[in-house]
């Protein structure tokens, strides 16, 4: 063992010796060298030596960019000191050596301004870091006072911290001032999140319950509400989180005061930075406006006038609109006797605008324009209510026909009274009012018929109880008496039973007789009733018209009372004229549904316009009216157009029944030439005798025969035209026509005296059908014309009245169609031809 452990100490002592300079403190512990073995000392070193060289490359593995970086820097640093002192030495030489060349001091001052552009270099770069140390500060405090919730002051530092960063003067692109800017934005993130925090606990909106919440500042400090005037325009937000504030509150407190379908209707309280919808109010206008009020007076107070600015741009367009057409709009009354409570409605409203006006608020005009035109907003609703109940009236249906009278009075002679029955007044009730109504609807007519003359018309004139002496006086006893006789004559038409003891009338001389000027004819009233039907809306509109003209009275009498509205009523006299526009405009839609509609229409125009008539009459006449009032009723107009009106009713319903009844005759195609012109002409009748049904229940007896009478006119012309057109008429043919003209004469059924008068018929009664079908004598002459031989014609022309409906050259025409030609028809045409009477009265 020993002699194995004398070479490792020897390799131990050589290795720390190489390492270390250590020697063994021991000399004696080591041999001689000569007598150990080195081998085991040199394996020894080797393994030092691979050591330290691993150790070496380890070390230099790790510093070599550090190591590369340090000899990069001395190698540069080396050169500098070198250039450096080269340049000194430069400098040196040439101030020791004046005289040196031009290049030489070029050269030195190209020097000098490098070093200057490197001191000026160093300088700027002192001036960036300290700029950048400034920012870094600025949004250091920026982070403590948004950690502190100081949001204002976050806001000011951040805008100062940006400012600084502007300043630093490095270009954008630079890594330390995009991770500056990096950073100002993430601070002004968190800032405005304690923003939006704190102005969520200074607004408060819960709408389950109702409630609102609004308070300056909170208890902990921080930011007011003041302040955040700042935070809102420093994010741009102001308009946003206003309407955001408008929405909110609207939805906890606007609407649902607002909304009437919730009964009771709640009502708002204000109590220190709280409102709330508590307890019940009683849902009146008033009541709304002043729970408005309060509301609106509580966030001017609370929400600074910077802000209030933007809100009123949310807040007004919304809820202007819906107060007055969901509040202030339904309030209008559309009858005087609301006028009142509507006055007080208008003061609270007043009320309410000076409130806003004074609080601040603006945008409300259209709530002001309302407040000041509210009178004019009545008149409108009166108009529009008046429209819509004629509008509504007439969609109903005409309803239940009503049958009402006719009654008109006249002072006439006895001559007067004879010419009535003459010309068949006595059935036919005309007057003047009622006959000249019928201009147009008789507008076909090519030829003014002749008045035709009656073998029993004598019998007519003693049914009106005249006496045959135009001179003679009947007394009041005779009088009863032949109305007693004659009750489908006198009573019927209402004839008084006294004589007016007035004095004479001045009349036209008749044109049979004349008067002796010197002889004074006495006159009686004639009083004339005729019954008729109307449908349901005549009473309604004038009951309309009438309850509106009284309104309008009343404000011209009592302008105190109804102040707001008193300068209405020139606009309320002129609604009748409005509604009996509409009325005109839309009826004939609604009335042409029903049966008979377009008669109903005339007959209801024309009592409309003589119930008008007889109003403005006694309204002229009652005192208890202002003459303001009296003077202000202007419905001559209306009446006049309302009479045109329902002429042209009539006349349209008249047209429309004439072209049915030529389309069932054969339109355009003759009669005669048809295959079965019986058909044709049964089918007229027919017609004729459904609308004279229909029409019995409608129109006065009067207007039903002059209608129907116009119908078979119609038609009796229709075929006098077709016969006297056909070029040549056979025996046969003759025969067959004279049929059809019998089958067709059988409507005088219709025009009975009996019939029209609605009395029992009498034996041997004659027809009056001619005298409301001027064709009708003329189709019955035609009728004998072609059943008669030459003889026979020429003694209807000499003798008979056939001159009186026929001109010579129908009667030549009809000759020559009808027979062959020979000296006994040349004969016969040349004695019509010489024989000619005028058409004249017998």
Known sequence: MAAAAEPRQLGDAIVAFSLERVFPEDDTSLLPVSDIDLEPAIRALTGAKADLETEIHTINEETRDDVSSWVQNAKTLQEDIIRSKTIANEIIRQSEAPDVSGEAIEDAEDK??????????????????NNIKTANQLLGQVDTARSERRVVDSLHLLEQSWTAIDRIGVSKSCRILRRLDHRAFELKSSVHEVFNNVWKELIQFNVEERKVSIRESLPEGGMTLSDAVIGLKAYKETDERMEQLWRNLDGSLISPRMDKTKQPAPSVAAKGDELSLTGSSDGSVAALLSDLEVVLVFVAKKVPMELLDSLVNFMMPDLTPRLIQQWLNPAVPSSLSEIPTFQSIIQVARTFCTALETN??????????????????????CRESALDKIRTKLANGIGKPKQVEKIEKHMVTVAEGKELATTGAGAAADTNDWGAAWDDAWNDQTQEPEPPTQAKEDDGADAWGWEDDDDSQQPAGDAKESEVED????????????????????????????????SPEKTRELVLKETYYISCMPEPVLGLIMAVLEDGAALTADGEKYQLV??????LFSLPTFALALFRAISPYYYSLNVGGNMYLYNDAMYIAEQLTKFSEAWKKREDLTPRARNMLRLENDIKTLQNFANRSYASEMSIQRTVLQDLVGSSQS???????????????????????TWENILARSVWSQAIGSLVDALANRIITDVLDMPSIGQDEAYNIANLIATTTSLDDLFLPSKLKGTEPTRNEAATTDQYAPNWPRLKYLGE????????????????????YFTVDEIVDLIKASFEENPRTRQTIKEIQNTQYPAVDL
């Open 360 to 381: 601040g608020y603006t945008g409300f005009d259209e709530l002001k324009e309302w407040v000041s035109k509210s009178h004019m907003t009545w008149l409108g609703r």
């Open 671 to 693: 009669i005669i030439l048809q295959d079965e012109p019986e058909a044709a002409i049964e089918s007229g009748m027919a017609r004729i005798r459904y609308m004279a049904t």
């Open 566 to 571: 008193a300068s209405t009523a020139p606009g």
């Open 487 to 518: 009750d489908a004559g006198a009573d019927a038409w209402g004839w008084g039973d006294e004589e007016t003891s007035a004095e004479p009338e001045v009349s036209k001389p008749s044109p049979k007789k004349q008067k002796m000027e010197s």
């Open 112 to 129: 000098a301004q490098f070093l200057n552009r490197e001191l000026q270099y160093s300088r700027q770069l002192h001036e960036v870091l």
């Open 785 to 804: 014309v072609l059943q008669s031989d030459l003889n026979g014609i020429r003694a209807l022309w000499c003798e008979q009245k056939l001159s009186y």
